[in-house]
């Protein structure tokens, strides 16, 4: 039987939830998961039992502490400290137990907070980072780092993508810290219910930013992990390995707030309140070593707007809270 066995650390979040998806529809692959409850990713015996116990042939590393602003302003502590052991305890345990193949998980903010727009991978550590989520930076630039340290070392076969903003199933629709996209669908379907004239969204609508679909996401990882080496080695250096993964397209706050408005259905106005502030002017990722490895995003963010509100309809009971 030459199907493989892939581990989904994180398979219950977002992105994890997403990559399941779309290994099942491959049917070639034998997934295993494990929920906190059976494996805690920081208790690194458990771990390496684990990986010991397991025959496994891929890592998918989508395991994470993660949060918005006001959770990494409060925690910072555990966001370095829980993302900087999960990780070492992933990436460690693999390779004692021999898994040649793993994808790192990152994300955007491993970016400086001036970095040039659109962002390159080759910005990485060229000046400070945003304040508020550094220690959550600072420990997926690790992870980034330890990927091709164990490469270098060991001929380990540990790639690492970072994703621009995503949206789309799993997603955290809380009404106090979700980010952008699930607080505007619950905004706008709650003022449609309560029959509402207006929402007012912050700032002015001027800053850009950029969103991918999670299922684009799980698609582009995938992708990216089964590369052959040849074409992996010939489109990236082996110190600055990490992979852009994004439409390479975005638009105004203003023009993202029409379309959640349109997609839900909403048909009062829009009030932006200028009092409110506006965050950095312009988020993009350059996604042309994406490119180049044969991969581009399919999902128009129209459309996927419209699938996500379609998933919120039909699981809004478990956010009532």
């Excluded at 007012?200 to 990216?224: C, N, Q, Y």
């Excluded at 009092?275 to 350059?286: F, S, Y």
Aim: with cysteine; hydrophobic share 40%; aromatic share 8%.
């Amino acid at each position: 039987m030459s199907n493989k066995t892939v581990f989904v650390a994180g398979h219950n979040g977002m992105v994890g939830s997403a990559i399941v998806r779309q290994l099942e529809k491959s049917g070639d692959v034998n997934i295993i998961t494990r929920s906190r409850a059976e494996l805690n990713l920081l208790d690194q015996q458990a771990v390496l039992s684990f990986f010991a116990n397991n025959k496994i042939d891929q890592v998918y590393l989508a395991a994470a502490k993660v949060g918005g602003i006001v959770a990494n302003n409060t925690y910072p502590a555990e966001f370095i400290y829980e993302n900087l052991t999960i990780q070492n305890n992933i990436i460690h345990a693999a390779h004692l137990a021999g898994v040649n193949d793993l994808l790192f998980l990152g994300s955007s903010c491993i970016y400086p907070k001036f970095a040039e727009q659109p962002m390159t991978e080759s910005a990485l550590l060229t000046g400070a980072l945003e304040e508020t989520n550094e220690p959550y930076a600072i420990a997926k630039i690790a992870g980034i780092k330890m990927c091709e340290s164990y490469n270098r070392q060991y001929g380990r076969n540990y790639r690492s993508v970072m994703p621009t903003n995503l949206y789309g199933e799993n997603d955290n629709f809380h009404p106090d810290n979700s980010h952008v996209i699930p607080a505007l669908i619950r905004r706008f379907h709650e003022a449609k219910l309560a029959g509402d004239k207006k929402v007012v969204a912050w700032g002015t609508g001027k800053p850009m930013r950029e969103f991918l679909h999670v299922d684009d996401m799980a698609k582009a990882s995938i992708h990216v992990m089964n590369l052959s080496n040849e074409v992996y080695a010939a489109n990236t250096q082996e110190m600055l390995s990490h992979i852009n993964v994004g439409t390479g397209i975005d638009c105004t706050i203003r023009e993202l707030v029409e379309t959640v408005s349109k997609v839900v259905g909403f048909e009062g106005s829009i009030e932006f309140d200028t009092t409110k502030p506006d965050g950095t002017p312009r988020k993009l990722m350059n996604v042309s070593r994406l490119a180049s490895l044969g991969w581009k995003s399919s999902t128009s963010l129209e459309q996927g707007l419209q699938d996500t509100y379609e998933w919120f309809l039909a699981n809004q009971d478990n956010f009532r809270k």
